[in-house]
C-alpha cells in the first residue's frame, strides 16, 4: 500500500472512532472534539479533532480549556500535520499550550516487517514483562532516557496490563548472564485495536551502551510476529527522529507528522 492509502486507513479506523484511546479512560465527542480523560489525583486528558474545528476554532479550543481546567486536569491536544485549520498550533500555542517534540506518524503492513530477519546479540535475553518489579526496571529506563516521571510510567503500564491484559503485551531485553539482577537494557511494548486491523508500538528505549546492536529491531520483529498471529494487518508508530530512520529502513511508511500540545492547570 502506498503511504496515502495507509493513511487513509489509519484516518477512518482508528482516528474517527477514537480506536487508540486508552483503555479505561472515559471518552466524549462534543462538537468536533474527541476527548477521552481519567480523574483524579493522577488524572491526564487527551483531545483531538479529525474532522477539523468548524467555524470558530478558538471558541472550541476555549470550550477545552474550561472543562480541563474545571476539573484540575492537564492534558494534551495532538495535532496531525493535515488537521484543519491550518494554524490549529498557532492558536493552540496562543490560548497557553506549549508544543513537545513532532514525532512522525510510521505506518505499515505487518508483512513487510516480517520479510526481514532481525536478531538479538547471544549476550542478550528478549522476554516478556513479568510482574512488578519488571514494570518497575521498564519504567526505570525509560525516565533515564526521556525524564517522563518514573512513578508515572509504572504505574500506567502495570494498570493496563493488569486490566486490559489483552489488549497490552510489554517485552524488555536484558544481559543474559545478569538477568533480573542488572538493569533493563531496552523495552517496547504493543498495543492491540481489536476490530480495526491497527497494532500500535510504544516505547524502543535503549540503554546508550546498548544501542546499534539489534535490539530496537530485535523488539520490533517480536511484536511483529505476534500481531500477525493475533490476526493485525497494520502496525502504527510515532516515531521519534531515531526511530524513523530504522523503521523506514524495515519498510514502514512515514505519512505525517504530529504534534502534542500541552496544558498544565
Not at 514494570?135 to 512513578?151: K, Q, Y
Not at 493496563?160 to 538493569?183: H, K
Amino acid at each position: 500500500m502506498t503511504p496515502d492509502e495507509l493513511l487513509d486507513v489509519f484516518h477512518r479506523r482508528i482516528r474517527l472512532p477514537d480506536a487508540d484511546t486508552i483503555p479505561g479512560w472515559k471518552v466524549e465527542h462534543v462538537g468536533p472534539v474527541h476527548r477521552s480523560y481519567v480523574e483524579g489525583p493522577d488524572g491526564a486528558g487527551f483531545v483531538e479533532a479529525p474532522r477539523g474545528l468548524g467555524g470558530d476554532p478558538d471558541a472550541v479550543i476555549a470550550g477545552e480549556l474550561a472543562f480541563f481546567r474545571e476539573r484540575g486536569l492537564s492534558f494534551e491536544w495532538k495535532t496531525y500535520a493535515y488537521d484543519e485549520p491550518a494554524d490549529l498550533g498557532e492558536r493552540l500555542a496562543r490560548a497557553g499550550f506549549v508544543a513537545d517534540d513532532p514525532e512522525t506518524l510510521i505506518l505499515g503492513e505487518v508483512d513487510r516487517i516480517l520479510e526481514r530477519p532481525s536478531a538479538l546479540p547471544s549476550k542478550a535475553v528478549l522476554r516478556e514483562a513479568d510482574g512488578p518489579a519488571d514494570f518497575h526496571r521498564i519504567a526505570v529506563l525509560m525516565d533515564s532516557l526521556w525524564h517522563n516521571g518514573l512513578e508515572r510510567i509504572e504505574e500506567r503500564l502495570s494498570a493496563e496490563a493488569r486490566m486490559f491484559p489483552e489488549r497490552l503485551s510489554v517485552f524488555l531485553v536484558e544481559d543474559a548472564l545478569r538477568g533480573p539482577d542488572g538493569p533493563v537494557a531496552s523495552a517496547a511494548w504493543i498495543r492491540f485495536h481489536p476490530g480495526t486491523g491497527f497494532a500500535s508500538l510504544w516505547g524502543g528505549g535503549t540503554l546508550p551502551a546498548w544501542r546499534r546492536q539489534g535490539l530496537y529491531s530485535a523488539l520490533l520483529g517480536h511484536r511483529a510476529r505476534l500481531a500477525k498471529e493475533r490476526g493485525y494487518e497494520f502496525l502504527r508508530v510515532d516515531a521519534s527522529a531515531d526511530s524513523r530512520p530504522i523503521l523506514q529502513k524495515l519498510g514502514l511508511h512515514a505519512v505525517t507528522t504530529t504534534t502534542p500540545y500541552e496544558w498544565t492547570p
